[in-house]
């Protein structure tokens, strides 16, 4: 009886963990995308187009659940500029040569954010779950394949994405990116994790806009900090005048 | 630690090997079972040794102090200090000369360099804490030498002229008092009006037109600022602040803003058939020889007191995700308008149209065609800034469904009436005093009026919206320009705008054409026959819409700004034929009532903060339109470039 019992259990196995559906993964993804309670970020940004000089910025993050604030620090020009993401439908910009806070409206989203191959609505994308359906494509030993599409009433600039997500830190290893038209238009590279405690975050981001001649945006992480203590008040119009 | 106690240990070793020889002894003595002892040496007796050792160890530990511990270091707050700065260059070329006024009052924008600017900004920030220091100062070296004399030639600060700007010098101090209370003091800019360039709720500091290119730039100015945050983790976007101005700061007004005094058709006051009488009896004078100048212009500033402390107020906050404020200004419009005049003739100017410029002698008759004045009826004018209440309500999200973002601005002025008063000299037949603004044969009577305290409003309603990420469009319908003030507009039309003026006449001794004699209207209260006026709203309407084209990756970055004005122009004259003042409308794409700004440029960014750029601004119209009015400053070409650290 009990060989019998072991037998069923062990034909069970792969049943449930087949079981991952589109939906439970990107689920654990944002779980494990939101662990944090807040992560501070330094990062260089290299910006590189055939035929031209690569073009660095370097630039600082606070992420703390949906909401997310940018400063840049180089080069000269932008150099106190602050982004501030509060929610999806709800971004502001601080441009310090005009000494005013402006509220971006979502039709802005689809534009690059700050001259790099990241549209500001991949940069405002915190969690994938709240704007996209998922459903799982395929499946190995070491990542699941996803297809991730808009939902009915988000704003989003994509049509659709394929996401390949790794099974070890549960995060996107690459993310293609569709247009409307289904036409593969960016890619995004996520490579060289570490964590902290059961935080994991990528090293390197990079994403290559197919559009433009293959130019590329690189975001390497120089400092990481987890749960910080950073106060919501930081991620406030507030915050950004100061 | 474990290194000390392995030590101690070696070192007590011998020791217990001695107390062990001791002990030994003393058993000896008295132990009859001596063999077996002997034959039980080994083991058992170390093992007692060992416990005793480790007894011993135990005490010494117990008795050795544990070393103190090192005290925890509370993290200390760093000074973190930041700075940046800016080399900047700017070269503009008039490509077209404007001027106004008369031979005898001409002044002159040439064709020729405009401005030959080279800008160092200097920002420095300090903050440790909750507590931040800035200061922000532009050296401006413009250019262009200002000696013309012999001292001058021999001052360095007019041959290499040198301004600062202070654009910041402020210390903010955060979470001051308890978590959500801001406070900054100091030389600083409160920008409240989400209105792009144009915003009728900016009211704390004063306008900065100095640079054309640069619309809507405003000047920092020394005040205290609070903003009370009640839930800072929980509604940040609700913020209260309260803002006092000690001291009032004027608008900066372009250079070319002095050819306005060459217009003195623009009689500034409301009341229309006092605006004739005055257009008939100059140009009566004009033709008596006399023509009428603005010799002087002096400005009454509001006095530094208490009841002069501009004072405002604002409550922001996020509902239904659109940000919305409102708010109260006291204080004063930055822009000044005449309280007083003061006319008298100067026959120091009598002068004839083909007079040879100083110092050469004019050799020979005037031609009999050849205009010549016996001198001119100067005018001082006093200006003053008009006290004013503003209402200021912002609004700004966007447009769920189409992603169109949109921002209102709307101010609601309550402004105190200012009048003129009018006086003058003996000036031909006009007796000295006060002038009889009824006509009753009396000095004075009630004194015309230059801002009549009829609420109202300007506003500003822009909508913004992206195309495939690299053209952004931006469409605004300003009402109310910056430097307009009034009641007067669409909604209410009460109050012009006096853009020209004459009086179409002869006199006696001419020959009749037709027009009336000026003697009759500037003498006989007839002047509604002679005088004509070009007029427009005193709130006019604008259509401002600019598109942003980025290219090679943000690194190009072609943009046109232009601003339509809507309002259109009035012609007011006597129809001799129909016996009747009439009005022609001219519509504002008309060939009469046309008037734009077009403002292209082209800027690239070649990374690391190095940026140059080149444009035009074209300022189109006739000359009694806004924009193509000489004071304006007329058309430049420009080339900039500059260097970000």
Redesign the interface.
């Known amino acids: 009886m009990r060989t019998f019992g072991l037998l069923v259990a062990l034909l069970l196995i792969p049943t449930f963990a087949a079981a991952d559906d589109g939906p439970s993964v990107l689920a654990k993804m944002d779980e494990s995308m939101s662990r944090a309670v807040d992560q501070y970020f330094e990062y260089e940004v290299v910006n590189e187009e055939k035929g031209r000089d690569p073009k660095v910025m370097e630039l600082d993050v606070w992420i703390k659940g949906p909401m997310r604030l940018t400063e840049f620090q180089a080069p000269g020009d932008m150099k106190g500029t602050k982004a501030l993401v509060r929610a999806h439908d709800q971004m502001y910009i601080y441009l310090p040569a005009y000494n005013k806070v402006r509220r971006v409206a979502s039709s802005m989203t689809s534009g690059g954010f700050m001259g790099t191959t990241f549209s500001n609505d991949d940069i405002s994308t915190v969690l994938y779950g709240p704007v996209y359906e998922g459903s799982l494509q395929s499946e190995t030993d070491t990542a699941w394949v996803l297809v991730l599409t808009p939902k009915a009433d988000a704003k989003t600039a994509y049509g659709k994405l394929v996401m390949t997500v790794s099974k070890k830190y549960i995060q996107p290893d690459t993310i293609e990116y569709f247009n409307r038209k289904d036409q593969h238009v960016k890619t995004e590279t996520r490579s060289g994790y570490t964590c902290e405690g059961d935080v994991c975050n990528a090293e390197s981001m990079k994403m290559v806009d197919h559009t433009r001649g293959d130019a590329s945006t690189e975001l390497v992480r120089r400092t990481w900090k987890v749960n910080t203590g950073v106060g919501d008040d930081e991620f406030s119009v507030r915050n950004l005048q100061n | 630690m474990r290194t000390l106690l392995l030590s101690l240990l070696l070192l007590l070793l011998p020791t217990a090997a001695y107390a062990q020889e001791g002990d030994d002894d003393d058993s000896a003595e008295g132990d009859d079972d001596d063999s077996a002892a002997e034959e039980d040496l080994g083991p058992p007796e170390w093992e007692g040794h060992i416990d005793a050792l480790e007894s011993e160890l135990e005490a010494l530990k117990r008795s050795l102090e544990p070393p103190p511990k090192p005290r925890a270091r509370r993290p200390l707050p760093k000074l973190k200090l930041d700075v940046?700065?800016?080399i900047s260059s700017d070269i503009r070329f008039r490509v077209k000369e404007v001027a106004i006024g008369d031979w005898y009052d001409r002044r002159t924008l040439p064709v020729g360099f405009d401005r030959n600017e080279n800008i160092a900004k200097l920002k420095i920030a300090a903050e440790i804490s909750r507590f931040?220091g800035v200061v922000e100062m532009d050296f401006v070296l413009t250019g262009f030498p200002q000696a013309d004399d012999l001292p001058g030639l021999s001052d360095r600060g007019q041959l290499q002229p040198l301004r600062i700007e202070t654009h910041a010098a402020y210390i903010?101090a955060?979470d001051l008092l308890f978590?959500?209370l801001?406070v900054r003091l100091g030389q600083q800019?409160v920008?409240w009006g989400?209105g792009d360039q144009f915003n009728p709720t900016n009211l704390l500091n004063a306008d900065d037109l100095e640079d054309t290119l640069l619309f809507g730039e405003q000047q920092a100015n020394l005040m205290a600022r609070i903003?009370w945050?009640p839930l800072?983790?929980?509604a940040?976007?609700w913020?209260f602040s309260f803002v006092a101005v000690p001291i009032f700061r004027p608008a900066l007004v372009p250079p070319s803003g002095e050819l306005a005094i060459a217009a003195t058709d623009r009689l500034p006051w409301a009341e229309e058939e006092l605006r004739w009488r005055v257009h008939s009896e100059q140009e009566f004078a004009k033709q008596a020889g006399l023509p009428t100048i603005v010799g002087n212009v002096l400005v009454d500033t509001p006095a530094v007191n208490l009841r002069n402390v501009q004072l405002a107020a604002r409550m922001?906050a996020?509902v239904l995700?659109q940000?919305l404020a409102i708010s109260f200004y006291r204080g004063f419009d930055d822009f000044p308008v005449p309280l007083q005049n003061y006319s008298a003739v100067d026959n120091t100017y009598a002068a004839c149209e083909n007079d040879p410029p100083f110092p050469e002698i004019r050799d020979g008759e005037p031609d009999e065609d050849e205009d010549c004045i016996d001198g001119v009826v100067s005018t001082t004018t006093t200006l003053h800034y008009p006290r004013v209440h503003v209402l200021g309500f912002n609004l700004?999200?966007?447009i769920p469904g189409?992603?169109?973002?949109y921002?209102l601005e709307l101010g609601v002025f309550f402004p105190n009436e200012t009048q003129i008063a009018l006086h003058n000299d003996t000036i031909l037949i006009q007796a000295a005093g006060e002038y009889d603004y009824d006509g009753d044969g009396e000095p004075g009577g009630p004194r015309p009026t230059i801002v009549s305290n009829k609420p109202f409003a300007k506003w500003v309603l822009g909508f913004?919206?992206?195309i495939?990420?690299?053209v952004?469009l931006n469409a605004m319908w300003v009402h109310g320009n910056v430097n307009e003030f009034g009641a007067g507009d669409f909604l209410q039309p009460v109050g012009w705008a006096v853009r020209q003026g004459a009086a179409v006449g002869r006199l006696p001794a001419d020959e009749d054409d037709g027009t009336p004699l000026l003697t009759d209207c500037a003498l006989n209260g007839e002047y509604a026959t002679c005088a004509q006026e070009t007029l427009r709203p005193k709130l006019a309407d604008y259509l401002v819409f600019g598109m942003d084209l980025?290219f090679a990756?943000?690194?190009g970055l072609i943009r046109i700004f232009t601003i339509f004005d809507l309002s259109g122009y009035t012609v007011q004259g006597y129809d001799i034929a129909a016996g009747e003042r009439t009005n022609t409308f001219h519509a504002p794409f008309s060939e009469e009532g046309f008037s734009a700004v077009i403002y292209p440029s082209i800027n690239w960014?070649f990374?690391?903060?190095f940026?140059l750029g080149a444009g035009a601004l074209f300022q189109l119209g006739k000359s009694h339109t806004v924009f193509g009015d000489p004071a304006a400053g007329g058309s430049v070409v420009f080339v900039n470039g500059?260097?970000?650290?």
């Open positions: 940046g700065g800016r931040r903010h955060r978590k959500g801001d800019l920008q989400v903003d945050t800072p983790s929980k940040p976007n913020t922001a996020t995700n940000d700004t999200g966007e189409i992603g169109l973002g921002r913004d919206y992206m495939g990420g690299v952004m980025n990756r943000n690194a960014n990374g690391y903060g940026e500059k260097y970000s650290f």
